[in-house]
């Protein structure tokens, strides 16, 4: 299964650069792209360890190849990765009366979707490159930063504070 993610991934990438070349008429070096992605495949695969990454589900704060469902703000916590697959992180339930928290979430190669109340003070700034930020004020960033702050947001009381940067992904934050 690795082999073939990883030549999967590479054609996809080769597509991608095709569509771009004919499309915006951009001229981007495919093959130093691909061998640059290459490098970052197996880095990243020196880093989370034993050369089976694609089997590994990840960890309560990472996600990695498959689907994780994360309800809470656990205090453990205040970095979440996706990469290579989905999250759905539910942030309706937060407590804030201990005080403001704040978390980070990167999402490269992959789709994040958060849940918030609509009456939770937050504030998210999300960095997004070759991807997708949407936030629950209709604002969108697919290169460049998109920021979002709620009706009940004060910056001198208690409030949630939600830093993304995504990359060739998606992320989405919906308020309910």
């Not at 990454?53 to 990765?81: A, C, M, P, Q, V």
């Amino acid at each position: 299964m690795g082999a073939g993610l990883l030549w999967g991934l590479i054609l996809i990438l080769i597509g991608i650069g095709i569509v771009i070349r004919v499309v915006f008429n951009v001229n981007i070096p495919l093959v130093k792209f691909v061998i640059a992605f290459l490098f970052i495949f197996i880095g990243i695969k020196m880093l989370v360890g034993n050369f089976h990454f694609w089997d590994r589900r990840g960890d309560e704060s990472t996600t990695i190849f498959s689907e994780s469902r994360i309800h809470g703000l656990d205090d453990k916590f205040k970095e979440y990765n996706v990469v290579f697959g989905s999250s759905t992180i539910d942030l309706r339930d937060v407590d804030l009366s201990e005080g403001s928290k704040e978390i980070r979430i990167n999402t490269i190669f992959g789709g994040c979707l958060i849940k918030i109340d609509e009456n939770t003070p937050v504030r998210i700034k999300a960095d997004a490159a070759f991807a997708s930020a949407k936030l629950p004020n209709g604002e969108t960033a697919a290169f460049g930063t998109g920021h979002y702050e709620s009706k009940a947001f004060n910056r001198d009381a208690n409030h949630l504070y939600i830093k993304c940067d995504v990359v060739f992904g998606g992320f989405e934050v919906r308020s309910y």
